[in-house]
C-alpha cells in the first residue's frame, strides 16, 4: 500500500509512505524545501484538518497508546514521534527511514491514513531535553505546515 503527503502553503514537497503488508514496516521518503537550513522534527499529528492556516486543527501528536514523546527508534514514545530531519544550506531536506510504530492497512487506531503530518520550525529533543514540553512536544517549536496522509496510486 502507498500513502502520500503533500506540503502546499509554507513548504513544497512531499512525503511517501510505502508499506507491502499489514505487519511489515513502513517505508517513509520525503523530499520537501522551503526550510530553514538545520534540523526540524517531524511528526504525525491526530487530526487531518486543514482548515486553520496554523495547523492547529490538526490537533496534538498522535499517540494511541499514551505514551510520552520521545525519539524515532524510542520504546517509549509516540506513535507519530519521527524525530527529526534536517535541510542543507539550500532549505531542502531529502531522507528515508523505516518504522513499525504504525501501518498504512485497515485498523483505525494503528492507521495513518486521514492524519497529518507536520514539520515544525525546531529541532526535536526526543523527549530528552529537560524543557517543560520535553515530554509532551520534544520542545519542537511552532508548526510551519502541514499536510494530510492520503492513499495514493502505486
Known amino acids: 500500500m502507498?500513502?502520500?503527503?503533500?506540503?502546499?502553503r509554507n513548504i513544497k514537497g512531499r512525503i511517501t509512505f510505502i508499506q507491502d503488508e499489514a505487519s511489515g514496516e513502513v517505508s517513509i521518503r520525503g523530499d520537501v524545501q522551503n526550510l530553514k537550513p538545520g534540523k526540524h522534527a517531524l511528526h504525525i499529528h491526530t487530526y487531518g484538518d486543514l482548515q486553520s492556516t496554523d495547523c492547529i486543527k490538526c490537533g496534538g501528536h498522535w499517540n494511541p497508546?499514551?505514551?510520552?514523546?520521545?525519539g524515532r527508534h524510542d520504546e517509549n514514545s509516540h506513535a507519530g514521534d519521527l524525530g527529526n530531519i534536517t535541510a542543507n544550506e539550500q532549505g531542502k531536506a531529502t531522507f528515508a527511514f523505516?518504522?513499525?510504530?504504525?501501518?498504512?492497512?485497515g485498523d483505525v487506531t494503528r492507521s495513518v491514513i486521514g492524519r497529518s503530518i507536520i514539520i515544525h520550525e525546531d529541532p526535536d529533543d526526543n523527549g530528552k531535553g529537560g524543557f517543560h514540553d520535553s515530554l509532551i512536544t520534544g520542545h519542537a517549536g511552532g508548526?510551519?505546515?502541514?499536510?494530510v496522509i492520503g492513499h495514493c496510486k502505486s
Do not use: I, M, Y
Open 143 to 147: 508548526r510551519l505546515d502541514c499536510a
Open 98 to 105: 523505516k518504522t513499525k510504530k504504525f501501518t498504512l492497512f
Open 65 to 70: 497508546t499514551n505514551k510520552d514523546h520521545g
Open 2 to 8: 502507498k500513502a502520500k503527503a503533500v506540503f502546499q
